[in-house]
């Protein structure tokens, strides 16, 4: 069982990704320096190093740092957000991708499409409006 995050979280996620903002949109609420901080990785000031990240290993899978420097990455990373994300939904979310076949699944599953994200469509400065160049891929 993994411990609940000193707070805050620093999540690193990939903005560009729409999958992946569409998810960390639904914590943006929660967004507090106090508790949640969230950095977008594709954004152009981004510097993995200031937070003793490399640049292909935020862009191979999501991390997040607690307050303690401990480093979650991939599912690890989720269920740290949903350990610190108030709301009942979110701590039984935690709880049963703990489970031992349930976590062996989504660790494979968050793999798979961690890998082949870039496939996905890409949102791009444009996408304010919510209406995406779905051409648009990652090279």
């Known amino acids: 069982m993994e411990s609940t995050p000193v707070l805050p979280l620093t999540v690193f996620y990939d903005g560009a990704c729409s999958i992946c903002a569409a998810e960390i949109d639904r914590y943006r609420p929660h967004q507090d320096p106090e508790s949640l901080i ?4 594709s954004a152009a000031d981004f510097d ?11 862009e191979t899978e999501m991390h997040a740092i607690d307050g303690d420097g401990v480093v979650y990455t991939g599912v690890s990373a989720f269920t740290a957000i949903w350990r610190v994300v108030p709301g009942f939904f979110y701590s039984v979310l935690a709880e049963v991708l703990n489970l031992p076949g349930i976590s062996l699944l989504a660790r494979l599953g968050y793999k798979i499409f961690a890998r082949y994200r870039y496939l996905l469509p890409r949102r791009t400065p444009e996408c304010a409006d919510e209406s995406c160049n779905l051409g648009h891929r990652k090279k």
């Open 38 to 41: 969230l950095v977008d990785i």
């Open 48 to 58: 993995p190093a200031a937070y003793g990240l490399t640049r292909e290993a935020v």
